[in-house]
């Protein structure tokens, strides 16, 4: 046991002693490398760092020039705002944020270590502000400067942030129960408006992927990839060097702006009815966005556009739905003309459909029957899928022809 003991010490390891710190080689002042100014509070002190951009600023190809009075946009979006809470609803209700952490999963052992902000001033310009913890031991003070900074705004965004920031955050004020509301309020995470917009293009709606196709953004050489980011942070605290830190600074400073540029151009797209979408599958997405949402109206609108900017190249599915949206309303006659495109595409849905319209609504089962039949042409992967419901469905028809020929 003894010699067990030894061994530990020869270690390093302590037994029966908190340890509340690490050991560092050296102990330089991150204000002096990092910028910003230590902002003192009754926990201890964080690291504020404060930057406005310039009128006239852009984030790749969007003007990060913003100014609304209104919460339109987020009801389009639907993130719908009490009474109370659009009395006085500015551009500056709204705060965008996000977060990094000592680890890239919610482990209990996680937390955050720095967490951004951006939102618009008076003038629709955009500010900045990161808060960032010295040691895991002013993580009070950390958490108490973040839930002060969140309480005017009315809004947040962030970017997967219901499933991440959010809970992170959360969990870690009440481990040091120091839960408040400052994150109870209307959230509108932009990762799901992204997926809902661009997914028919992007092979992945990442924020970096939304920002090189969307954005048009490619970040500069100090941009640190976000998984080295805990090793960082990691190496600050057993080195005692903020050097690297200047680049996960910059990351995460680049992550919100994007966040407040994003919202920027959906504000385009949802407000600016002369706004010109030329990506045929933006227009896909956006008649679907509507679709879902209930606006009819608008969703008619953009797959009409879509139909017309992409003729014989449209995607039979999206031919199909948009049938369907004109089969609810008993347009039959335009129901019929899409399916019939879709078909011409060897499109078994629409093969389908067209078939139950003659036999349902024109009582035409030899009709039926010839429609069924062009689905012999289609692959046999794609027969297989709907053979159950083909066999009874030509059996029907040819008890329904019978029964004509007995007549």
């Known amino acids: 046991m003894n010699n067990l003991l030894e061994q530990l010490k ?4 302590e037994l029966g002693k908190d340890k509340t710190g690490y050991k560092t080689k050296s102990s330089a002042d991150p204000a002096l490398i990092l910028g910003g100014t230590w902002q003192e509070n009754p926990y201890g ?12 600023a852009t984030c790749g190809s969007i003007s990060l020039q913003y100014q609304c009075d209104t919460p339109l946009l987020l009801n389009l979006l639907h993130l719908p705002l009490t009474a109370k809470q659009k009395e ?3 551009q500056r209700s709204l705060c965008f944020f996000d977060t990094e952490t000592s680890s890239l999963n919610l482990g209990s052992g996680a937390f955050a270590f720095l967490c951004g902000f951006s939102y618009f001033n008076e003038v629709g310009g955009v500010c900045v502000d990161q808060f960032f913890m010295p040691h895991p031991c002013e993580e009070r003070a950390f958490i108490y400067a973040v839930q002060s900074f969140l309480m005017p705004f009315k809004v947040l965004s962030s970017y997967n942030g219901k499933a991440f920031d959010v809970p992170m955050l959360r969990n870690r004020s009440l481990l040091h129960s120091m839960e408040d509301d400052s994150l109870e309020k209307p959230h ?48 600050y605290l057993r ?14 400073e680049q992550d919100v702006v994007s966040l407040a540029a994003l919202y920027i151009l959906l504000s385009g797209i949802f407000l600016n009815e002369k706004m010109i979408i030329d990506q045929p599958q933006d227009l896909a997405s956006l008649a679907y966005f509507h679709q879902k949402t209930g606006s009819i109206k608008k969703a ?14 449209a995607d039979p599915q ?7 949206l004109h089969r609810r309303r008993d347009n039959w006659a335009e129901a019929l003309k899409l399916w019939s495109q879709a078909a011409a595409m060897d499109h078994l849905a629409s093969i389908i459909e067209i078939a139950k319209y003659y036999e349902h609504q024109q009582k035409d089962p030899a009709q039926a029957m010839q429609w069924l039949a062009r689905m012999e042409r289609a692959e046999k992967q794609q027969i297989e899928l709907v053979k159950d419901d083909l066999e009874k469905r030509t059996a029907r028809l040819m008890s329904k022809m019978e029964k004509n020929d007995e007549n």
């Open 10 to 13: 020869s270690l390093g390891v």
């Open 318 to 324: 999206v031919l199909f739905d948009y049938a369907w």
């Open 188 to 235: 509108l995470d932009l990762l799901f408006v992204a997926r809902s917009l661009w997914k028919r293009r992007l092979a992945s709606c990442r924020l970096a992927d939304v920002e090189q196709h969307i954005l048009s953004l490619d970040r500069d050489e100090e941009e640190v990839p976000g998984y080295l980011v805990p090793l960082l942070y990691q190496d």
């Open 300 to 313: 008619a609108r953009y797959f009409d556009a879509y139909v017309m900017q992409c003729g014989d190249n």
């Open 239 to 252: 080195e005692g060097d903020p050097t690297p830190l200047k680049g996960v600074l910059y990351h995460n």
């Open 88 to 90: 006085g609803f500015n």
């Open 45 to 56: 002190k964080t690291l504020h760092i404060h930057k406005e951009y310039d009128p006239g």
